[in-house]
């Protein structure tokens, strides 16, 4: 596995604005999974992405992959005060069930 | 139950304490998972457990010890840690060890070494 590299670092938005954060990553990949993180809680499982897909969604979340360019995003529409949470990204080569978490973005959604 | 519990939930223990993590799961998962995580940092992978069977060790120091009795259950035995070994840990659970399968994890146990 590899770890992948979050930007922004951190993110400001109103409620029912969208949030996009993107995840980019320096070898192929054979899928992309996005967890979610409340302060000092577990992480959640949010989206996996395949290497052969290229668009997800889920709900409010929708997530793109461009391996040509090694890059991943999550877009989070109509977000609300609850969305505020740190999002990691984690890019997987292999097939062992090993993640690598990139360095994260830090949502924070006000009222 | 898609829960994944750990206990305790906060543990402050000294150099040269002997103290253990416990991790549960009852999804019928069989792969189990320790994470490290600091302050503002993505956790990091210590351990990973396939089958009972310890697979992975991310070359963590031997001060922390894993142990699986049984499939539904994972253990970390901490024995004269330091102080910077204070952080969150994290125990996760998978249906199999592949990299296609979520993880679902617990809510972490914070640790603080005097």
């Known amino acids: 596995s590899q770890q992948g590299e979050e930007d922004p670092q951190a993110l400001s938005i109103q409620e029912g604005e969208n949030a996009t954060m993107n995840c980019s990553y320096k070898t192929s990949i054979n899928n992309l999974q996005w967890y979610r993180q409340n302060s000092g809680r577990g992480l959640v499982h949010l989206i996996l992405?395949?290497?052969?897909?290229r668009e997800k969604h889920s709900g409010r979340l929708r997530v793109t992959l461009d391996t040509s360019k090694k890059s991943s995003s999550l877009l989070i529409t109509a977000s609300r005060a609850a969305d505020t949470a740190s999002y990691f990204c984690a890019p997987s080569t292999g097939t062992a069930s090993k993640l690598t978490f990139g360095t994260g973005t830090r949502l924070q959604v006000t009222l | 139950d898609t829960e994944v519990t750990q206990t305790p939930k906060h543990l402050v223990m000294g150099m040269t304490n002997k103290k253990s993590l416990k991790c549960e799961q009852h999804m019928g998962h069989r792969a189990m998972y320790w994470y490290k995580q600091k302050a503002k940092k993505p956790p990091e992978l210590m351990f990973v457990y396939s089958y009972e069977k310890l697979s992975i060790n991310e070359s963590v120091p031997s001060r922390f010890s894993p142990e699986c009795p049984n499939s539904s259950l994972l253990n970390l035995h901490l024995h004269a840690l330091q102080p910077e070994d204070s952080a969150l840990y994290l125990c996760?659970?998978?249906?199999?060890?592949?990299?296609?399968?979520?993880?679902?994890f617990g809510p972490g146990t914070r640790l603080t070494v005097l």
């Open positions: 996760a659970s998978s249906q199999g060890p592949w990299i296609y399968n979520e993880q679902f």
């Open positions: 992405i395949r290497s052969n897909e």
